[in-house]
C-alpha cells in the first residue's frame, strides 16, 4: 500500500468536494426548475403539466392499475426485442430541464432603461422653477 503525499490528498479532496458541490447544484436547479413550472414563469410549460396530470387522472379513473402496470411491464422488457437500439430516457428530466431555474430566469428578464441622470436634474429643476 503506497503512503500518499500531502499533496495527492488535498487533491482527492478537492474532486470530491467539487463532485458533491455539482450534485448539490443539479439538485438545486431541479427543485427551482419545479418551483418554476408551478408558479407559471413558463405558462406554456405549466399548462402543458396541468393538461398531461388531468389527462393521467382520467386514465387512472377507467383503467385498473393492475392492467397499466401489466402493460409497463411489457413495454418495458419487450423494448429491447422491438428496438435494440432505442436509448433510454427520463420524460419528467427531460419536462423539467426545459423549464428555466431562477438563476436563467434573472438572466433572461427584460432591462428597463434606467433614466439618464442629467434628464432627471432637469426635471427637478423646472418642477422647482414652476
Not at 26 to 48: D, G, M, Q, R
Not at 73 to 95: A, I, Q, T
Request: hydrophobic share 40%; aromatic share 10%; proline share 5%.
Amino acid at each position: 500500500e503506497e503512503k500518499k503525499t500531502l499533496k495527492e490528498r488535498l487533491q482527492v479532496i478537492q474532486e470530491v468536494t467539487l463532485t458533491v458541490q455539482n450534485a448539490i447544484g443539479y439538485i438545486a436547479s431541479l427543485c427551482e426548475s419545479c418551483k418554476n413550472t408551478f408558479n407559471f414563469s413558463v405558462p406554456f410549460l405549466s399548462w402543458l403539466l396541468i393538461l398531461v396530470l388531468i389527462i393521467g387522472a382520467i386514465v387512472l379513473y377507467y383503467i385498473p392499475v393492475r392492467y397499466l402496470v401489466m402493460m409497463w411491464g411489457v413495454n418495458k422488457f419487450s423494448r429491447k426485442l422491438f428496438r435494440p437500439h432505442s436509448m433510454v430516457n427520463n420524460e419528467v428530466l427531460d419536462f423539467l430541464s426545459r423549464v428555466p431555474d431562477d438563476e436563467t430566469l434573472r438572466d433572461c428578464r427584460e432591462l428597463r432603461p434606467a433614466p439618464h441622470s442629467e434628464e432627471k436634474r432637469r426635471d427637478q429643476r423646472k418642477k422647482k422653477l414652476n
